[in-house]
């Protein structure tokens, strides 16, 4: 077990380093110059084209793309000092710059934000398993019934919605159209300062992910439930006389949580990323909203930053699924 934790985070490193010299790259020989957003010449009256190689040149993107590689992956671990036409910042590591808008570490913006993405991530999640796998279960166990197919086909109704779109509406709905009491006042206000309209902020938001998250936690419960009720050993322990609930929560539900486990995993590493819509319907200031607007203001700071953390959290989410399973099915093995 140690062992393949070992392999598998060396090999995660590996991939952050990939990652990080691909989104470095990208920006380094993308179509637009990387000084631009800090002197436009189309926007701005008083940048001039020699300006803009003053920022060009103090920001060191005349100099050879491994040598400022290196000083960007080096102020990650170390910090570094930051010089934009001639103005000196320091910046203490783990370093990824200065935003081009605020003019604020990233990484500090980054840690603001990152509390309000957690609980939204981590809500949303909950009920994707608390709504999806209990119904997937129950329409297991009624295979074929007239409760099954409706349960079945209203999911697949709701899953067929762009989420976007159900986010909105929900929104709408709730807070204009009903105006529902505690639900009206979206947004996110720190746990520590007050606990109630912490939850109460992010209430909608989780019904909004949990419920559309957990149409297809219900299919895949369903047809896990379905695949592991049909095996040998369940067969042997119902022919042992060991009650229904038994037979399907202690030993079906354990082997058909297997493929469960790996769509979770993947999901709450994305919804630790950001979730974009949530959060911009939601007025939710997160990691994802962030990211979507440094990329329209062209804040590449601000993106490597998050496209950085993305990867970690993927790889962080990855390597604990493949932990979880040796725990739920005796049969797999890590090697």
């Known amino acids: 077990m140690f062992a393949y934790v070992v392999k598998r985070l060396i090999a995660g490193f590996f991939v952050v380093i990939l990652v990080s010299m691909s989104i470095f790259a990208l920006f380094w020989y993308g179509p637009q110059e990387p000084a631009r957003p800090l002197c436009n010449l189309e926007t701005s009256q008083r940048c001039t084209p020699e300006r803009l190689e003053v920022y060009t040149e103090s920001m060191g993107y005349n100099n050879p793309i491994h040598s400022e590689y290196l000083k960007f992956m080096k102020g990650i671990v170390a910090g570094r000092d930051i010089t934009i036409a001639g103005r000196t910042q320091e910046c203490p590591a783990p370093c990824f710059g200065f935003s081009y808008a ?51 086909s209203t999911f697949l109704v709701l899953s067929s919605v762009p989420y976007y779109l159900f986010a909105l509406m929900l929104w709408l709905y709730v807070t204009i159209v009903w105006q529902v009491p505690g639900l009206s006042d979206t947004g996110y206000v720190p746990l520590s300062e007050n606990p109630a309209k912490w939850a109460a902020g992010l209430l909608l938001p989780w019904l909004a992910l949990g419920i559309f998250g957990s149409t297809q936690y219900t299919r895949f419960a369903r047809g896990s439930m379905i695949e592991a009720l049909s095996e040998d050993y369940i067969r042997t322990a119902r022919a042992k006389g060991l009650p229904t609930r038994t037979v399907v929560y202690r030993h079906g539900l354990r082997a058909a949580m297997v493929p469960i486990v790996t769509i979770f995993g993947i999901d709450l590493g994305t919804l630790l990323v950001g979730t974009i819509f949530t959060e911009r319907i939601f007025d939710i200031q997160g990691i994802g909203l962030w990211a979507l607007l440094a990329v329209g203001d062209k804040d590449l700071p601000v993106v490597q930053a998050t496209a950085l953390f993305g990867a970690v959290v993927m790889i962080v989410c990855n390597l604990l699924v493949d932990l979880v399973y040796s725990a739920l099915d005796p049969r797999v093995r890590l090697s």
């Open 102 to 152: 605020t003019d604020r570490p990233v990484w500090g913006e980054l840690k603001d934000r990152l509390p309000a993405t957690i609980s939204v991530a981590f809500g949303g999640a909950a009920l994707y398993v608390i709504l999806g796998v209990p119904i997937g279960i129950a329409a297991a166990r009624r295979r074929g019934t007239l409760t099954d197919k409706a349960l079945v």
